[in-house]
């Protein structure tokens, strides 16, 4: 039995509706063979698509080739604008070229500067990869993208530097633990910084309200308790996402840095760090992001009673956004 389901253009070929299926689909979307893909190779999968979507496929194409030219396609190429992103602010290029920024945003005993060189390249990098995968089918002025991004900039130095001088001033902890805690910092300055960049980028929609979806995916009204469930989980997976990341690694290194080895060859700790941090980035990445699916439920009558006259359904369905 084939592992590849019929193809189906434009949807993915795991089950969204589980865990497991989540979790392979955006294996397939950070997948970072697909940086390197052949300007010859992209256009035979675009051309492939074109042929599948005028049904005219060649003799003998299989599915198999089908979904891989589509994930090909869907890698490279913006849904909305059918341009060409570019390739560190892919999904697929966000492990390769953030994991340097991790590193960065990890190592002990950052002065008051590199504390702000990194969390400002963290942020530059976040906007840059948003930005390049945004939804484009309503365009958005870039002035809301740029308000987002200097109020996250903003909340993630200012919480990570003010937090290293509380450190620093604590009498009680020992060198020992100042340094441990210290390398805890990133993440509350990360995950703040990614609730706000939510709040400002999307704050229109509390006051608009968003679509919201029947059985049928026809959409039924707009619903503003809709848009603030979806911007609380948005915001919830905001801050689940960058945990493993940020956590995990200085654990880690907490105690591979008490090994023998270690302890007599410290050139080896930089780059023991460095990989760690690419393991926990590559493992924590996917399963952050499939803890949530991309489409939520409510039921109706948590809903504006226009939503409730408008259709019979008792649960309807909203997109929550990343």
Not at 6 to 31: A, E, M
Not at 117 to 126: D, M, R
């Amino acid at each position: 039995m084939s592992e590849y389901p019929p193809f189906q253009y434009g949807k993915s070929r795991f089950d969204q509706n589980t865990f497991f299926g989540r979790f392979r689909h955006f294996l397939d979307v950070i997948d970072p063979s697909t940086l390197f893909v052949t300007e010859k190779r992209l256009r035979e999968c675009v051309e492939l698509l074109d042929h599948f979507k005028q049904g005219t496929l060649p003799l003998g194409v299989t599915d198999a080739q089908l979904w891989q030219a589509q994930k090909i396609k869907q890698a490279i190429i913006h849904p909305d604008t059918g341009e060409k992103i570019l390739m560190p602010f892919r999904m697929s290029g966000f492990i390769p070229f953030g994991t340097p920024v991790v590193v960065g945003l990890l190592l002990p005993n950052q002065t008051l500067a590199s504390t702000v060189f990194w969390q400002w390249l963290n942020q530059s990098h976040n906007a840059c990869v948003n930005y390049s995968n945004r939804n484009a089918s309503k365009p958005a002025p870039a002035s809301k993208f740029l308000q987002g991004y200097l109020g996250a900039v903003t909340s993630a130095v200012s919480i990570a530097v003010g937090l290293n001088v509380l450190i620093q001033r604590a009498s009680r902890f020992s060198p020992t633990t100042r340094l441990l805690v210290q390398r805890f910092i990133p993440f509350p300055a990360v995950a703040s910084a990614n609730v706000c960049n939510v709040v400002l980028m999307r704050h229109s929609e509390l006051s608009e309200g968003i679509s919201v979806l029947d059985n049928n995916g026809n959409v039924v009204g707009t619903s503003k308790v809709a848009a603030r469930h979806a911007l609380l989980e948005t915001a919830l997976t905001r801050v689940v996402m960058p945990m493993p990341i940020l956590v995990l690694p200085p654990l880690i290194m907490s105690a591979l840095e008490k090994l023998p080895l270690l302890q007599r060859q410290k050139r080896l700790v930089l780059p023991v760090h460095s990989l760690v941090c690419l393991a926990a980035f590559s493992l924590a990445l996917p399963l952050a992001i499939s803890l949530f699916p991309q489409m939520s439920q409510i039921s109706v009558d948590q809903l504006e009673p226009e939503i409730a006259m408008a259709t019979d359904c008792k649960i309807v369905t909203y997109n929550k956004g990343l």
